[in-house]
Nanobody, 125 residues
Framework: QLQLVESGGGLVQPGGSLRLSCAVS????????IGWFRQAPGKEREGVSF????????YYADSVKGRFTISRDNAKNTVYLQMNSLKLEDTAVYFC??????????????????WGQGTYVIVSS
């Protein structure tokens, strides 16, 4: 059974950092596109960052470029999202997603078959 489990969310002050983890089971990370969506209160779900299964190329939403970094540890079957210089508007539930592709539009949530339960990130002073 394919399963994605997020961790690492919490409360952080503006300008601070958090690292989210997504532990996957039931499949081999090497062959899947994997990444993160987020959903802020009252807003639509937004694609944040993704990493390709084929060549490790990455995608970032404009709103997080230069601040967030996605990485993948295939040996541990875990994906990370390092979030630096956090802003109030980064407050959201962050979901780990995966799909065996092909992915035509990384930011389209309907492209992904597998979702984690989400972890809450609150940026507040």
């Amino acid at each position: 059974q394919l399963q994605l489990v997020e961790s690492g969310g919490g409360l952080v002050q503006p300008g601070g950092s958090l690292r989210l983890s997504c532990a996957v089971s039931g499949f081999t990370l090497d062959f899947y596109v994997i990444g993160w969506f987020r959903q802020a209160p009252g807003k639509e779900r937004e694609g944040v960052s993704f990493i390709s299964s084929s060549d490790g190329s990455t995608y970032y939403a404009d709103s997080v470029k230069g601040r967030f970094t996605i990485s993948r540890d295939n040996a541990k079957n875990t994906v990370y999202l390092q979030m630096n210089s956090l802003k109030l508007e980064d407050t959201a539930v962050y979901f780990c997603v995966a799909d065996d592709g092909p992915i035509h539009d990384y930011s389209d949530l309907y492209e992904y078959d597998y979702w984690g339960q989400g972890t809450y990130v609150i940026v507040s002073s």
